[in-house]
């Protein structure tokens, strides 16, 4: 399986160890789980800084920025990130944007989550994937981090792999030595062709999430 360069966007460590720690829930916000269980929160991961805006590393952006569009809301700048906020169904969609590099995305994932009282199976993680051929959609309940530093940086802050994630395929076709390239690469010609139609039905996607469950969502998704 192909892995990501590992010290890709890496940040300086700090004596700050709140990384590694499990979110820590308090009893009030224990109690209000099934109050706010309708409330979901869908990261988008990235690069911040205009350079990054249009690679292929950076589909987890485009995926929310684009819903933010079509739903009307706009991003505002919190900590941690940039956020926006829509609603669908009686559910709400809180849309982050994590602004720490991908190698840190699991600090923005955690605060978000302890600060809204959303529970874990309410998390949905867009990313990148290189395992997959271009616009391919695979949604899991759980698993590895496949090579990629965003996820396996929010397994270890959240000391667990079991969160949704959503996989969009970005393939592999780049010549041998060439991966950081393609990766923080523009999207080809043909590539920007077929994305706004892979742009409307990743969209879908999360909407189905938070009103149909994940399982009926992979069922209606998965290989599409």
């Not at 892995?3 to 590694?20: A, G, H, M, Q």
């Not at 209000?32 to 929160?41: D, Q």
């Not at 819903?67 to 900590?79: D, I, M, Q, S």
């Not at 010549?175 to 990743?202: H, I, M, N, P």
Request: aromatic fraction near 10%; charge should be positive.
């Amino acid at each position: 399986m192909i892995k990501w360069i590992s010290n890709l966007f890496s940040s300086p460590k700090t004596e700050d160890n709140t990384d590694c720690m499990k979110p820590e829930v308090h009893e009030h916000q224990k109690n209000n789980i099934e109050r706010v269980s309708n409330k979901f929160l869908i990261v988008g991961l990235g690069n911040i800084g205009a350079e990054y805006i249009n690679t292929r590393h950076n589909v987890g952006f485009k995926i929310v920025d684009f819903l933010a569009r079509k739903e009307g809301v706009n991003f505002e700048t919190v900590k941690l990130g940039a956020l926006a906020e829509c609603k669908f169904k009686g559910r709400t969609f809180l849309l982050l944007k994590p602004n720490t590099y991908m190698n840190l995305s699991g600090k923005a994932v955690q605060y978000w989550m302890v600060k809204e009282n959303i529970p874990l199976e309410n998390i949905l993680v867009i990313t990148d994937d290189l395992n997959l051929s271009f616009g391919t959609i695979r949604i899991r309940q759980k698993g590895s981090d496949g090579g990629h530093n965003g996820l396996k940086n929010i397994n270890l802050v959240l000391n667990t792999q079991n969160y949704a994630r959503f996989r969009f395929g970005i393939s592999d076709e780049f010549k041998k030595g060439k991966q950081v390239d393609y990766v923080l690469g523009d999207w080809d010609d043909a590539e920007k062709t077929a994305l706004s139609e892979r742009l409307e039905l990743a969209s879908e996607i999360i909407k189905s999430f938070g009103t149909a469950g994940l399982e009926n969502t992979m069922t209606a998704f998965n290989g599409k």
